[in-house]
């Protein structure tokens, strides 16, 4: 069962769990990237691993702007 892991103005985190991965979506970029295995886990402790006094959507939107960087692709509708 999928579902939404972090949500806010500027990005969404959808976890697919039977996969080991996550999709992060950038809303005003209209791009995502998915990543999956070792990369997802290497995510999820860089989030974790802001201060508690840190965590704020700002800093992880920021951590999430690195990570999308060259690699998100275009979100497309057909």
Do not use: T, W
């Amino acid at each position: 069962m999928i579902s939404i892991v972090y949500n806010s103005r500027q990005y969404a985190i959808v976890a697919y769990p039977g996969y080991e991965a996550l999709e992060l979506v950038d809303k005003a970029g209209s791009r995502s990237l998915f990543v999956q295995g070792a990369v997802a886990g290497e995510l999820r402790r860089a989030i974790e691993s802001l201060p508690d006094e840190q965590r704020c959507a700002e800093s992880v939107d920021a951590l999430l702007d690195e990570y999308c960087a060259g690699a998100a692709r275009p979100i497309v509708l057909h």
